[in-house]
């Protein structure tokens, strides 16, 4: 079993900035893909960005050039810097760890930005 544990939401003022944390423990395999999504009231959860154990990122076009993923694997905790906040990225953020055979969720981290 995997535990997900998000920190780092708040509030922000637009333009401002925030950084997420998420530590996973638990049956861990070396290999795995960690991410994050976000869902704001009443839409779907949409990914924001994810990132390899070697380090391979993706980026949600809303993401890109604003936010930065990154992780330690020897804590197995991945980050999310979020620069140049705008009121759309208000959000629950989600933390998901996947493996080849499973995927994981974390409890979710509320972030809003004031306009």
């Known amino acids: 079993q995997v535990q997900l544990v998000e920190s780092g939401g708040g509030l922000a003022q637009a333009g401002g900035s925030l950084r997420l944390s998420c530590q996973a423990s638990?049956?861990?395999?070396?290999?795995?893909?960690m991410g994050w999504y976000r869902q704001a009231p009443g839409k779907e959860r949409e990914l924001v960005a994810t990132i390899t154990t070697s380090g391979g990122t993706i980026y949600a076009t809303s993401a890109r050039g604003r936010f930065t993923i990154s992780r330690d694997n020897a804590k197995n905790t991945v980050y999310l810097e979020m620069n140049s906040l705008r009121p759309e990225d208000a959000a629950v953020y989600y933390c998901k760890l996947e493996t080849a055979d499973n995927g994981y969720w974390g409890q979710g981290t509320q972030v809003t930005v004031s306009a």
């Open positions: 638990g049956s861990i395999f070396s290999a795995n893909v």
